[in-house]
Structure formats: structure tokens, C-alpha cells
């Protein structure tokens, strides 16, 4: 995580700001499991709400009512990218 800046991060530029919040793990509300079926995972946090406005494939995952994609804290399991790319995709 990154240490909050001497200076108040949200008067920054909203997309900033964005970036601020997602690296800091601020109000996130899903939880993606990113790493391989038999190996070990990463917990990558993220806000729905940003995936669901930037991707129409977020906004069918959360709007679906799937189990894992609701409730206060969501979790969803991604076995088909390595964390470091997950992390670049929800930059």
C-alpha cells in the first residue's frame, strides 16, 4: 500500500484520486483471487463501482446475481491471469 501523501490526496484530479483510493485499499468491496487452480493466490481488492462504469463485462458480473459477486464484500475467484497483469487491468 502506499502512505498517504502529505498533502490532501482528494483534491487531486479524480482519476488520481481513483488511484489513491484502489492502491490504498480504500472502501474497496470485491475481492478478486487471482493465481493458478493449484497454487497459490494474491487478493487483489477493487470497487465495483469504478469495474462496473469502465467495463460492460464488470457490469454483467456484478448485475447477475451471481453468488460471488454480491453482498458487501464480494469475492471472485480468477484463475487465468497472473496477479501483476489483474493489478494493470484494473489501473
Known sequence: ???????????????????????????TDVCFEVGPPDGPTVNIWAHKVVLIACSPVFEAMFSSGMAECSGPEAKVRVEDIDSDTFKELLK
Open 1 to 27: 500500500m502506499t502512505s498517504r501523501p502529505e498533502t490532501d490526496w482528494q483534491s487531486e484530479n479524480l482519476v488520481d484520486s481513483f488511484q489513491f483510493m484502489l492502491d490504498n485499499e480504500i472502501s
